[in-house]
């Protein structure tokens, strides 16, 4: 079965064919970032707009690299949510247009569910069950993974997701859109010796992270430093990019250990954007190898948003004959 997937949801154009015998055909993906960093963060009513213009020239280009016609296509799959609404119905829209035009069925499918099951697009996918950590811009969450839509909710945050505290945090140090990415640059240089951020809820049993108050010690730390004009010099501000990825860091990792402890599973799935951190997987990898235990990531470029990972669970979902009625969907709030 050949799908089209397709991913709107928030600041990527993202389009992928994905052949259930052969694998991925095509990925090709159109990024919003430089648009919306002038703005300090994704401007809604803009990203739809630049959805609008980009999607369908990317599906004709998405097609032409893997050199199929339209007609050879057997299904349709998009992003239903979460993300912003008005991105999410350009994806929609355009996706049950095409599909009632060449009589296939379409189907939307769970963003997050796309970035979870990410890993099974390279070479050596985890099985069933596994743990995996989900880390993004919009979600933090713990899921214990049985099969295809098997997913038990171990954790999440009760308030800002880790990309979020990223880009949070870069802001106040003056780093541009999207920080994660920067601020993990910056930390490189930074010394961590310095100053101690908390662990939040690590102290107590459970699964769940906070990491609104990570903002908090990012302005104190940064304000007590700042001149007459409200500048950091960049020692300054690389120790305290350290403090805070070290922060952030530890607590996912210290979690991710509970949960292979608490449930006895051996393989740990780390995705979303900011399962690219470069310190996060160096820490993971030490705790995994001490449990005999394997991560698993996907590729950089899958990490964050993309439209391979929505044609791959649209693929596996429409295979065994799930598809959408005739009413499009655009869901903005949607628990995995
Ligand atoms: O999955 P994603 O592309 O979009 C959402 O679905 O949210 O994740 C984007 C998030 C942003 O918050 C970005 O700052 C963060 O992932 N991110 C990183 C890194 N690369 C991207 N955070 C920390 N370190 C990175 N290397
Ligand atoms: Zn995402």
């Known amino acids: ?35 919306h960093g002038e703005y300090g963060g994704v401007v809604p009513e803009l990203a739809s707009r630049d959805h609008t213009r980009k999607l369908l020239p990317l599906i004709q280009e998405a097609l032409d690299a ?14 239903a949510g979460p993300g912003l609404v008005g991105a999410l119905m350009v994806g929609a829209s355009t996706a049950h247009g095409l599909a009632r035009a060449l009589n296939i069925p379409v189907l939307g499918v769970h963003h997050m569910e796309g970035h979870l099951l990410a890993p099974m697009l390279e070479d050596e996918p985890p099985a069933f069950p596994f743990v995996a ?82 903002k908090t010690h990012t302005l104190t730390a940064a304000n007590k430093l700042r001149d007459e004009a409200g500048e950091l010099i960049d020692q300054d501000r690389a120790d305290i990019a350290r403090a805070f990825e070290e922060a952030v860091v530890d607590t996912l990792v210290i979690k991710c250990r509970r949960a292979l402890d608490q449930t006895g599973l051996k393989r740990l799935v780390v995705a979303g954007g900011v399962s690219a951190n470069a ?17 698993y ?26 598809r959408d009625d005739t009413t499009m969907r655009a869901v903005p709030r949607w628990p995995l």
Do not use: W
């Open 1 to 35: 079965m050949r799908v089209l997937g397709i991913e709107t949801s928030c600041d990527e154009t993202g389009v992928a064919l994905y052949d259930t015998d052969r694998g991925l055909l095509a990925d090709v993906l159109y990024s919003q970032i430089a648009m």
């Open 66 to 79: 893997a050199r199929l016609a339209r007609d050879e296509l057997d299904g349709i799959a998009y992003t």
């Open 297 to 322: 990531y996907p590729r950089g470029r899958f990490c964050t948003d993309n439209g391979a990972m929505i044609a791959y669970v649209g693929a596996q979902r429409l295979l065994a004959g799930e």
């Open 279 to 295: 310190r996060l997987r160096e820490r993971l990898g030490v705790e995994v190898a001490k449990r005999g235990a394997r991560a």
């Open 133 to 214: 950590l989900l880390v993004s811009g919009g979600h933090t969450q713990l899921v214990e993974v049985g099969g295809l839509g098997r997913y038990r909710l171990l954790g999440e945050s009760v308030d800002d997701a880790a990309g979020e505290a990223f880009d949070k945090a870069a802001k106040m140090l003056g780093l541009a859109y999207p920080g994660g990415p920067q601020v993990a640059r910056l930390a490189e240089r930074g010394d961590p010796r310095r100053f101690r951020f908390p662990r939040p809820m690590t102290d107590r049993p459970g699964l769940d992270f906070s990491f609104s108050g990570l």
